[in-house]
C-alpha cells in the first residue's frame, strides 16, 4: 500500500532525474550561486571603476586582455587540479584563493590592485568552472549532458539577474570607488559562508574506475593533435564568433553609462534582461538539443553573438540598450550543445563525460577554451567605441 509519502517522493525523484540533479552537484550548485552572487554585484561595473580610478584607455583594455589570458590559462590547471585533489579540496582551495584576490581589491583602492587581485579573485570562476564540468561528468548519465550543463549555466545565471541591480544601486547612492568596495565586503562575507556547503561534498568514484587501465601521460600538445576535424571546425568557428564579442566587451558598462547616459541601476537592469533571456532559453534548447540534432541551435548562438555588437553600436538612449541586450541574451542558445559537441568530438579516452576515467576528466573543455581565447586576446586592447 502506497504512503502518503510515497507519491511527494516520486515526483521529487522525477524533477530531480529531469533535471540531472545530483547530491554533490546540488551542493555545487548552491556554492556557485551564493560565490556568484557576490561577484557580480561589482564584476560588471569593474572598467567603469578603473575609469573612475585615473586606469587609462590602454589600461582598461589591458584589464580586460589579462582576463581572457588568465581565463584561457586557469582553465586548463583547474581540471587538473580538481582530478588530482578531488572536487571537494579543489572547490575550497579556489575559493580562498579568490577571497584573498576580494580583499587585495577592496584594501589597494587603485587600478594597480585591481590588475593584481585579479590573478587570484578569478581563480574561483576559472578554476571552478572545468571542476564543475567534471563532475558533471562523474555524476550524469551520458544522455543527460546537455541538460547537467544547462542546469549549472541557469544556477550560475540567477545571481546575474539579480546581483548587478543591487550593485549599481549602491554606485548610485554611494559612488563609484565606495560602492564598488561595499561589495566587495558583501563579497567576501558571502564567499566564506560558502564554505559551509563545500564542507559537505562527497566523492564519487563509478565503478568502472576501480577496474580501469592506467591512462597513458597526455601533453597539452599530444591533446590538440588528437582533435578531430569536427572538433577543429566547431573551435575555428568560436574564434571568429568571439571576434565580435571580444572587441566591445571591456567597454559595454563605459558606453552605456557614459556615452547612452544609463546609471548603475540601469546597467544592472541591462544585464538582467540579458541573463533573464538567456535562461529561458537554455532549459528548452538543451531538451530539444538532446533530443535532435546540436549543429543547428549552435549555429543560432554564433548568429547572435555576431549581431549584439552591431545592434550596441547604433544604441543611444536605453531603450535601444535593452534590445540590444535581449539579443545579447540569446547567445546563450545553444550554448549548452557546443559544449556538448566538444564532448561528442572528443577521444571517448580523454573525454570527462564519455567514461570519466583517470585523472583525465575535466581536461578537454579547457584545451578548447584555451585555444579559443588565446586567439581573442590582442582583440582587448582596443579602443572604446
Known amino acids: 500500500m502506497e504512503t502518503p509519502t510515497e507519491p511527494n517522493t516520486n515526483r521529487g525523484k522525477q524533477f530531480a532525474d529531469f533535471f540531472a540533479l545530483k547530491r554533490n552537484l546540488v551542493i555545487t550548485l548552491i556554492a556557485i550561486f551564493i560565490i556568484g552572487t557576490g561577484e557580480e554585484l561589482w564584476m560588471r561595473f569593474v572598467p567603469k571603476y578603473l575609469q573612475t580610478l585615473g586606469a587609462s584607455v590602454f589600461l582598461i583594455g589591458l584589464y580586460d586582455a589579462l582576463r581572457t589570458l588568465i581565463s584561457a590559462i586557469y582553465a586548463y590547471p583547474g581540471g587538473l587540479w580538481a582530478d588530482r585533489w578531488g572536487h571537494r579540496r579543489a572547490f575550497i582551495t579556489f575559493n580562498l584563493v579568490s577571497i584573498a584576490g576580494y580583499a587585495l581589491v577592496l584594501l589597494i583602492p587603485h587600478w594597480a590592485g585591481v590588475i593584481a587581485g585579479m590573478f587570484l579573485f578569478l581563480c574561483w570562476s576559472c578554476f571552478s568552472l572545468p571542476a564543475t564540468f567534471s563532475l558533471v561528468g562523474a555524476t550524469v548519465a551520458a544522455d543527460r549532458y546537455s541538460m547537467g550543463i544547462g542546469v549549472q549555466m541557469v544556477i550560475k545565471r540567477v545571481p546575474i539577474m539579480i546581483a548587478p541591480v543591487i550593485g549599481g544601486i549602491l554606485i548610485d547612492r554611494f559612488g563609484i570607488v565606495p560602492g564598488v568596495r561595499i561589495a566587495l565586503i558583501i563579497s567576501i562575507v558571502l564567499s566564506a559562508v560558502t564554505f559551509i556547503a563545500l564542507r559537505e561534498l562527497h566523492e564519487e568514484r563509478k565503478e568502472a574506475a576501480e577496474i580501469a587501465p592506467a591512462p597513458e601521460r597526455w601533453s597539452f600538445l599530444h591533446s590538440l593533435r588528437g582533435f578531430d576535424t569536427s572538433m577543429w571546425w566547431l573551435l575555428f568557428s568560436d574564434i571568429l564568433v568571439r571576434f565580435c564579442e571580444r572587441i566591445p566587451f571591456a567597454w559595454v558598462v563605459i558606453f552605456a553609462m557614459d556615452y547612452a547616459g544609463a546609471t548603475g541601476k540601469e546597467v544592472g537592469l541591462l544585464t538582467t534582461i540579458e541573463v533573464l533571456v538567456a535562461t529561458l532559453c537554455i532549459i528548452p534548447s538543451s531538451y530539444f538539443a538532446d533530443k535532435h540534432r546540436r549543429e543547428p541551435f549552435v549555429v543560432a548562438t554564433f548568429v547572435m553573438f555576431t549581431l549584439f555588437p552591431v545592434v550596441l553600436l547604433f544604441s543611444r538612449s536605453f531603450p535601444a540598450l535593452m534590445i540590444a541586450f535581449f539579443i545579447r541574451g540569446l547567445k546563450e542558445f545553444g550554448d549548452t550543445s557546443r559544449k556538448a559537441l566538444i564532448v561528442i568530438y572528443s577521444d571517448p579516452e580523454r573525454s570527462c563525460w564519455r567514461l570519466s576515467l ?24 582596443g579602443n572604446p567605441p
Do not use: K, T
Not at 361 to 377: E, F, K, T, Y
Open 358 to 381: 583517470g585523472p583525465q576528466p575535466g581536461r578537454q573543455l579547457p584545451r578548447c577554451r584555451c585555444i579559443r581565447s588565446c586567439w581573442n586576446i590582442y582583440l582587448s586592447e
